[in-house]
């Protein structure tokens, strides 16, 4: 089936730093990637859509100088969460979709990533 | 706009019992319905959907029907086991609204042996 590996799955940083965080759909074309936002104990918040060789759409309250999505190729899409302050502190999921698969839009989620900004 | 509302948790239960967890949703549209799990520290895995009004979805033991009337779809599961302990996200998408996934806020389930 279709897997979207993300990396790191954990990381931490000085708060001040840029932290990259890598989604990639290993085994299909993914034209479009979704960036999820999790606090603890809480649900999903979609931070962005993400589509391929275009700039990403934001959702309301999300910074976009702050969280720079990158999607140059139908494979990878990366988050780069600038300037990390603890407040920035949380686990980031990704999701890609695949055209072809009938399922669930095609949607595959990554393992996510646990930021902890010190 | 669209909305998923579930019950909070965590819920706690024994192996073996029975594990219902409401879903509630509110749509402009035709939205097709999910659960999703997470297991700790990993991403969502998809657990079963449907697509329309009375469809039932089902895996690994656990089944919701999309109601259409009561705009629900209730996850169920007969006998839970502990390897089920995880938290459970009902979801909805539309297609004609970009296909985004909107979620609800998430039922812990805790089972023990």
């Known amino acids: 089936g279709a897997v979207v590996s993300q990396h790191p799955s954990r990381v931490i940083c000085k708060s001040g730093t840029s932290v990259k965080i890598e989604c990639r759909s290993l085994d299909f074309q993914a034209t479009t990637m979704f960036w999820y936002r999790q606090f603890p104990k809480q649900s999903l918040m979609l931070m962005a859509t993400?589509?391929?060789?275009?700039?990403?759409?934001?959702e309301q309250g999300v910074e976009k100088d702050k969280f720079l999505i990158n999607h140059a190729s139908l494979t990878l899409s990366t988050l780069t969460v600038t300037s990390a302050h603890p407040e920035d502190s949380s686990f980031y999921i990704c999701?890609?979709?695949?055209?072809?698969?009938?399922?669930?839009?095609?949607?595959?989620f990554g393992s996510g990533t646990r930021l902890t900004v010190v | 706009g669209n909305s998923v509302t579930q019950m909070e948790g965590p819920v706690t239960l024994s192996e073996e019992a029975f594990l219902t967890i409401n879903c509630t949703y509110t749509a402009t549209g035709y939205p097709s319905l999910f659960w999703y799990v997470q297991y700790p520290g990993e991403g969502l895995q998809l657990l079963l959907k449907a697509t329309k009004a009375d469809d039932k979805g089902s895996n690994k033991g656990f089944e919701a029907t999309y109601r259409k009337e009561t705009t629900s779809f209730h996850l169920e599961k007969g006998s839970v086991q502990v390897s089920d302990s995880a938290v459970y996200f009902c979801a909805l998408g539309i297609k004609a609204a970009g296909n985004k996934l909107t979620f609800g806020g998430g039922t812990r389930v805790l089972v023990k042996p």
């Open positions: 993400s589509n391929e060789g275009s700039k990403a759409t934001y």
């Open positions: 999701s890609a979709r695949d055209l072809i698969r009938a399922d669930n839009y095609g949607y595959t």
